[in-house]
């Protein structure tokens, strides 16, 4: 199990590896994309004596850089292909190969996350350094937490990307369920600004009662130590929870198959 499971992150690395002018084209856009966040994030602190929420002006360039880096490695509004194999029946030959199709898609994504990393996040952060003062961690240990935290907020995108691609099952075409997916993961996870900018009901609720800080807001935290091991907490909280459901849901799905098959 554990020699398939590296030869399908492989395959999900060289298949992304593959893709180089795209890759190229979203380093490019990531980078103008944080060019313009950065500097609205950096004049709404400056017009403001205790910075946004609580960040310092190194922190929110970092906050910025360190999203945008992210933003492919999470990849939380690229849908899986689960849905279009469902649709077209392709679904039937996945669940007769020995390895459960989820952890099929779980180890291939963790591979296209591997490359993402080397790619998608180091360029855009790179550049991101050279031209703003990034907040650099006074403690190693950040360093340890923020790799791991990265890790937990892919295993968290991805459950939910699969449990949207299941619903596929259900509805066969799920761009609505996807377009409604981006709009929350977006908002909700910290993408477009803090979630200590939202009133504390609504900033509580998306940390504990959602799994969207999960993705971004929290590794973040971690980054610019605002945060530490309570948040790899409840990020395996959710991963855990999140796999369990993709489990349930796929059983109740495969059961529904059988049935439309006869």
Known sequence: MLSASWALAGAGFRRYATYRQATVAGIFTNTVFGFLRCYVLLAVAAGTAAGVAGYTGAQLASYVWLGQGMLAVVNSWT????ADRVRSGDITADLLRPIDPLWT?????????????????????????????????????????????IVLAVVVGFACRYLLGLTAFWLL????VTMFWVFLAGT???????????????????????????????????????GGPEILALQL??????????RVVQARAVAKLVIQGG
């Open 237 to 246: 909280f959710w991963a855990v929870v999140l796999l369990w459901a993709c």
């Open 173 to 176: 075409d799920i761009r609505g």
């Open 79 to 82: 849908m899986l292909d689960l």
């Open 105 to 149: 898609y779980l180890w291939t994504d963790v591979g296209r996350a591997g490359f993402a990393m080397l790619t998608r996040f180091s360029a855009p952060l790179v550049v991101g350094a050279l031209a703003f003062e990034l907040y650099v961690p006074a403690r190693a240990v950040t360093y340890v937490l923020f790799a791991v935290s």
């Open 188 to 226: 909700g996870s910290g993408l477009y600004f803090p979630l200590t900018l939202l009133p504390d009901w609504l900033s509580t609720f998306l940390w504990i009662g959602t799994p969207f800080a999960c993705l971004l807001q929290g590794p973040v935290d971690i980054a610019v130590e605002r």
